[in-house]
């Protein structure tokens, strides 16, 4: 296996550049910085980067768990709503394997 890229070797999922996760792991870090329930736009953001990231290299329960807690948060109608679709796109993806 290639060290620098993360992925399932099944190819289920594209195979993510470890570099690309590393610094989304970093955005997300930083955006817990102020406080671990920080929720300005700028960390919601991080935070939803990191899911796609986690999401891509195989971590779904990681990817789903960051994108629910964002679907709490959000009162964006339209930010609701690709939150939604994207908890349900995991869970659907997760069902046909």
Known sequence: MDPQVVGNSGGAAPRLP???????LIHLAMAMLPAAGSMDLWAQSARFNAAESLQ?????DD???IYE???ATTEDAARRSVLNNK???LWLNQAVK
Request: proline fraction near 0%; glycine fraction near 4%; avoid cysteine.
């Open 87 to 89: 908890i349900q796109k």
């Open 18 to 24: 470890r570099a690309s996760l590393t610094r989304k």
């Open 63 to 65: 990817a789903r768990r």
């Open 69 to 71: 807690e964002l679907l």
């Open 56 to 60: 891509l290299s195989g971590l779904v």
